[in-house]
């Protein structure tokens, strides 16, 4: 499954962005869409997820702010994100992954850069 990310861009505080992620194809295997961020020099850090059943968590950081939808007739998963800090600047990556090590795959990130 190859994982294809978009929406990333330059914003102003307190603005907004929509991030998606294409999966090349539909998995039954593949229980878990999430988004990460990693801004430079700091480690990786799940953003959000959404599960097949449509249950969602979000990081304390972004809760009531970042909203994770999908659809899954297009095997595609977004990221809404609404007031937008400085420190939301990442780059982000979508995430798909099931029970097995094997179903893990990455997106190739995507950069959110949120101006003062």
């Known amino acids: 499954v190859q994982l294809q990310a978009s929406g990333g861009g330059l914003v102003q505080a307190g603005g907004s962005l929509r991030l998606s992620c294409a999966a090349s194809?539909?998995?039954?295997?593949?229980?878990?869409m999430a988004w990460y961020c990693q801004a430079p020099g700091k480690q990786r850090n799940l953003v959000a997820y959404i599960t097949n059943d449509g249950t969602t968590d979000y990081a304390d950081f972004v809760k009531g702010r970042f909203t994770i939808s999908r659809d899954s007739a297009k095997n595609t998963w977004y990221l809404q994100l609404n007031s937008l800090k400085p420190d939301d600047t990442a780059t982000y990556y979508c995430?798909?992954?099931?029970?097995?090590?094997?179903?893990?795959?990455w997106g190739q990130g995507t950069l959110v850069t949120v101006s003062s």
């Open positions: 194809r539909s998995t039954f295997s593949i229980i878990t």
């Open positions: 995430n798909a992954a099931g029970l097995s090590p094997s179903d893990d795959y």
